[in-house]
């Protein structure tokens, strides 16, 4: 029964698609109709002459609103400055544009996502409302030519790279370093803002919202090696949706926060001034903005800015990629670890934290105890959003390894930090943790000196993440069965267990041969909780944890050794290298747990109703 109305949703999915496959794909032209369309349906103000999907998202400078409220009762009359944009790959569309609004002429900025059927599934808008920006647009008509002139594909750069030279524009402004390389530009460069050009010109106006009046006539370049634009603390919710190769030009959105610390900044001519006071407080700006690259290089630029309130999050979180800065993030944590500072941090909402297994707050446990963190090696999976740190740490005076997985969210926000930390256990006579609290592990780490981590977990051949992580699966499996039968090891596999390094093969020890057979392992039973916390496909590395159960139940006549005695469960962080579709190298931390130990994160995987 089950199967056959499967069967049926699936012959009604078949017709949908070929029906969709018959259309053409919405070119350039055909995106520049549905947005002539959407122009007409909004100074008409109707909404309902609009196609769109059943769940269309529409958004006023970020904000999600019904479609058909908002600017949709009050729109007047479009200006004749049309500034268009398409992605037929992506099917997006966009202009920037004049409007207005009870009769208050705004630039505007929209973009929409246009569906295989032509019907709409999103409406981004910006509306600034500057009537002197949008009377400059309308006194300039058009934009400047080369925005339109397609560029042969011999002279082109690809999508990935274009939206790559582009973040550099961002990552440059933000914090804006007056020693940066900002070789970026095109010694051309010129930029819009709000209509006003802002770039290369002698004018005695101020730039902006302080009273300088050189800036402007520098070139793009110049501007950002003066470091005059570091009141830009952050440039986050980075989106690149519209990328037009054949005119080599992106459309991106991003949010600008000013965080309002920074007093004075850097002039021109190696002077500085006091921060104005619109940055006393703190801000975000809302920027829609276009770049023309000519090569490699950032040629012309297009901004219009509005502003949020502080840290407004994004309407359109985007989904990983270059937008969401990774390793930024990383940084941002391991700073805040290093000086105690959780507070730096920008959370996402329902933000958490765990140390071990267990939700704490941010900002205690290992964050108070902490005083060295080394550099660590770090690891990166854009799939899911995730960056792993492993290094060493000291905690007052007690050294430990610490594994870290944080998972940022759509815009760069922190959403969770699992932190996993092995601590040096001694069995000093009263220090109490091995003589007093349980008996020493098989192999136990007293704080001894464990080496720099092998390099082959930084040097990596790239391997899709679905091949890693079938690889580590059949490793736990291996562990738990107590056979390497489905595991793939290289010959000269090396696994490091709380960094002792045993002669056998990682093959051997899994099959418990030889003097010490199998270690710790070889009475273990589950392997459970096993979670990889970042797969690394470009080092092809994966930063897993697991719980291993040890029950401590002799085989028959044997006799337990002294470090078996007790029911343990080992909770074991470590870094799975594969090379050449094999498992090349573990380096793995045992933590000794209470037996039948969980972590709240297996607990909410396994939903096994503890609250
Ligand atoms: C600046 O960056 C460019 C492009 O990455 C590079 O070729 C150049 O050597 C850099 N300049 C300096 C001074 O580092
Ligand atoms: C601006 O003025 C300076 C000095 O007066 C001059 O060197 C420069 O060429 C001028 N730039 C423009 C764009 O007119
Ligand atoms: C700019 O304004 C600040 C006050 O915000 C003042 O201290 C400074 O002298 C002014 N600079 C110029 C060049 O007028
Ligand atoms: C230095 O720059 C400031 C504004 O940025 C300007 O007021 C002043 O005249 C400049 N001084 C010189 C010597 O160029
Ligand atoms: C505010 O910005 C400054 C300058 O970029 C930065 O050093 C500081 O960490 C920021 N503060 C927070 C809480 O992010
Ligand atoms: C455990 O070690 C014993 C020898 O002490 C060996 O005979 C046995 O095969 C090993 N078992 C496993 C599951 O590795």
């Given at each position: 029964m089950y199967s056959s109305i499967r069967s049926a949703v699936s012959a009604i999915g078949g017709i949908l698609i070929s029906v969709c496959l018959a259309q053409e794909p919405c070119d350039r032209s055909c995106l520049e109709d549905v947005l002539s369309e959407y122009f007409t349906a909004l100074t008409s103000n109707d909404p309902s002459r609009l196609p769109t999907t059943p769940d269309v998202k529409y958004v006023e400078n970020d904000q999600i609103i019904p479609l058909g409220s908002g600017l949709w009762p009050i729109a007047g009359s479009q200006g004749k400055y049309r500034h268009l944009f398409a992605d037929p790959q992506s099917g997006n569309v966009a202009a920037i544009t004049t409007i207005t609004e009870n009769g208050v002429q705004a630039i505007y900025v929209v973009r929409l996502k246009v569906e295989e059927d032509r019907s709409i599934s999103e409406i981004e808008t910006q509306i600034t409302r500057d009537a002197s920006g949008a009377a400059l647009y309308e006194e300039m008509g058009e934009p400047e030519a080369v925005w339109y002139e397609p560029v042969p594909p011999e002279n082109r750069i690809s999508r990935e790279?274009?939206?790559?030279?582009?973040?550099?524009?961002?990552?440059?402004?933000?914090?804006?370093d007056p020693h940066g390389n900002y070789s970026f530009f095109d010694k051309d460069c010129n930029r819009l803002e709000d209509a006003i050009q802002t770039t290369n010109v002698n004018s005695s106006d101020?730039?902006?919202?302080?009273?300088?009046?050189?800036?402007?006539?520098?070139?793009?370049?110049?501007?950002?090696?003066?470091?005059?634009?570091?009141?830009v603390t952050r440039i986050r919710a980075r989106r690149f949706p519209i990328v037009d190769e054949q005119r080599q030009v992106v459309l991106a959105v991003t949010t600008l926060d000013h965080n309002g610390t920074v007093r004075r900044l850097p002039s021109v001519n190696?002077?500085?001034?006091?921060t104005p006071p619109y940055f006393d407080v703190p801000r975000s700006l809302l920027a829609a903005e276009a770049f023309r690259l000519r090569g490699d290089k950032l040629f012309r630029i297009e901004m219009a800015l509005t502003e949020v309130p502080y840290g407004m999050r994004s309407a359109f979180p985007a989904h990983g990629g270059l937008g969401v800065d990774l390793e930024g993030a990383l940084d941002a944590v391991l700073d805040a670890l290093r000086a105690h500072e959780p507070a730096r941090l920008l959370l996402a909402q329902r933000a958490r934290y765990s140390e071990n297994g267990q939700f704490v707050a941010l900002g205690d446990g290992l964050?108070?105890?902490?005083?060295?963190l080394d550099e660590g090696a770090r690891f990166v999976d854009p799939l899911r959003n995730t960056v792993g740190f492993w290094g060493y740490t000291k905690e007052q005076s007690t050294p430990g390894v610490l594994a870290l997985g944080v998972r940022v969210d759509g815009e760069g926000r922190i959403a969770e930090i699992e932190a996993l930390g092995v601590r040096a256990e001694s069995n000093g006579e009263r220090y109490g943790t091995v003589t007093l609290m349980r008996p020493p592990l098989p192999v136990e780490w007293e704080g001894e000196e464990l080496g720099a981590l092998d390099g082959v977990f930084l040097e990596g051949k790239g391997v899709e993440e679905e091949e890693l992580l079938g690889l580590v699966e059949a490793y736990f499996d291996g562990l738990e069965a107590h056979s390497s039968a489905g595991v793939l090891f290289t010959p000269d596999c090396v696994r490091r267990d709380n960094g002792a390094q045993r002669e056998e093969s990682c093959a051997a020890q899994m099959d418990g041969e030889g003097e010490a057979p199998n270690g710790l392992f070889n009475r273990t039973t589950a392997v459970r909780d096993r979670r990889v916390l970042v797969a690394d496909s470009e080092k092809s590395v994966v930063l897993a944890v697991a719980l291993v159960d040890a029950p401590a139940i002799a085989r028959g006549e044997e006799e337990l050794p002294p470090t078996e005695r007790v029911p343990s469960t080992y909770m074991i962080p470590?870094?799975?290298?594969?090379?050449?579709?094999?498992?090349?190298?573990v380096e793995s931390m045992i933590k000794w747990m209470p037996f039948g130990y969980t972590s709240t994160w297996g607990e909410e995987q396994e939903d096994n109703g503890r609250e």
């Open positions: 790279r274009l939206i790559e030279q582009t973040n550099k524009y961002y990552s440059g402004m933000e914090q804006n101020p730039y902006g919202h302080s009273n300088d009046t050189s800036f402007a006539s520098l070139g793009c370049e110049a501007q950002f090696q003066t470091g005059f634009l570091g009141f190696g002077t500085s001034s006091p964050w108070e105890t902490l005083v060295e470590q870094l799975i290298k594969i090379e050449g579709g094999k498992i090349a190298r």
